[in-house]
């Protein structure tokens, strides 16, 4: 099956400081989604990429779909407290059994005051 | 306001009963999966829907089924409860297939 390799696996940041995690795959996805799982929740979506090269940005966060349609990047500037949380990336194909979300194995996030 | 709920949120069985997770959902989307989270092994699929009475399996299907029998429900049956599948169980849904999924917040199951 696909295989979605994302690092780092944890992360310890003080506050303000700027964030930075990649996913990578074996496999060429045509969408690339972020979410982020709070502690007791379900995932929840973050930021959604569509097209190879697309940079998008959801307040602090930005995201980047990878030229290769095989990495995604994900950005967290100046980060505070409720930061903290387990992100995911997940990529989707396009058809058949590949048009479904393959999820990486997450980056812990633990923010430091 | 629409949403997907799962039901009970934390449950303990033994091994070998059967055990069944109920997902139900509000946004009247015709995709629907099922997922288990386990340290380690991020988040897996085990069965998904793409329609009414359209079940597929996914790549940890082993000892679980579904069945759909309306847009808005996709159970989730374990038929012979196993310690193996202790874990946290999520349900998500989707409007359409290039669209990103919302998720419910889990069901903690323990088997003892």
Same mark, same amino acid.
């Given at each position: 099956?696909?295989?979605? %390799?994302?690092?780092?696996?944890?992360?310890?940041?003080?506050?303000?400081? +700027?964030?930075?995690? %990649?996913?990578?795959?074996?496999?060429?996805? %045509?969408?690339?989604?972020?979410? @982020?799982? +709070?502690?007791?929740? #379900?995932?929840?979506?973050?930021? /959604?990429?569509? @097209? /190879?090269?697309?940079?998008?940005? %959801? #307040?602090?966060?930005? /995201?980047? &779909?990878?030229?290769?349609? @095989? +990495?995604? &990047?994900?950005?967290?500037?100046?980060?505070?407290?409720? +930061?903290?949380?387990?992100?995911?990336?997940?990529?989707?194909?396009?058809t058949g059994t590949?048009s479904k979300?393959?999820?990486?194995?997450?980056?812990?996030?633990?923010?430091?005051? | $306001?629409? !949403?997907i =709920?799962q039901?009970?949120?934390?449950?303990?069985? !033994? =091994?070998?009963?059967q055990?069944t997770l109920a997902c139900h959902q509000t946004w009247n989307h015709n995709n629907m999966f099922w997922y288990?989270? $386990?340290?380690?092994?991020?988040?897996?699929l085990i069965h998904y829907s793409y329609g009414v009475h359209d079940t597929n399996k996914g !790549?940890?299907s $082993?000892?679980y089924s579904v069945s759909r029998s309306n847009t808005e429900d996709l159970p989730l049956t374990l038929e012979?409860?196993?310690?193996?599948?202790?874990?946290?169980?999520?349900c998500a849904s989707s409007k359409d297939r *290039?669209h990103?999924y =919302?998720?419910g917040? *889990? =069901?903690?199951?323990?088997?003892?």
């Amino acid at each position: 099956g696909q295989q979605l %390799n994302q690092s780092p696996q944890s992360m310890f940041i003080q506050e303000g400081e +700027d964030v930075s995690m %990649n996913c990578t795959s074996s496999s060429i996805f %045509n969408t690339w989604l972020w979410y @982020k799982q +709070d502690p007791g929740e #379900g995932p929840v979506l973050l930021i /959604a990429l569509y @097209k /190879a090269g697309e940079l998008t940005s %959801n #307040g602090r966060l930005t /995201a980047q &779909f990878g030229i290769t349609r @095989k +990495d995604s &990047f994900l950005n967290i500037s100046a980060s505070i407290p409720s +930061d903290v949380g387990i992100y995911f990336c997940a990529g989707m194909g396009n058809t058949g059994t590949a048009s479904k979300l393959t999820f990486g194995t997450g980056t812990r996030l633990q923010v430091t005051l | $306001d629409a !949403e997907i =709920t799962q039901s009970p949120r934390h449950k303990i069985t !033994e =091994t070998g009963r059967q055990v069944t997770l109920a997902c139900h959902q509000t946004w009247n989307h015709n995709n629907m999966f099922w997922y288990r989270q $386990d340290l380690g092994h991020g988040l897996r699929l085990i069965h998904y829907s793409y329609g009414v009475h359209d079940t597929n399996k996914g !790549e940890v299907s $082993d000892g679980y089924s579904v069945s759909r029998s309306n847009t808005e429900d996709l159970p989730l049956t374990l038929e012979s409860a196993a310690s193996s599948q202790t874990s946290v169980y999520f349900c998500a849904s989707s409007k359409d297939r *290039g669209h990103g999924y =919302t998720f419910g917040s *889990g =069901t903690r199951l323990t088997v003892v």
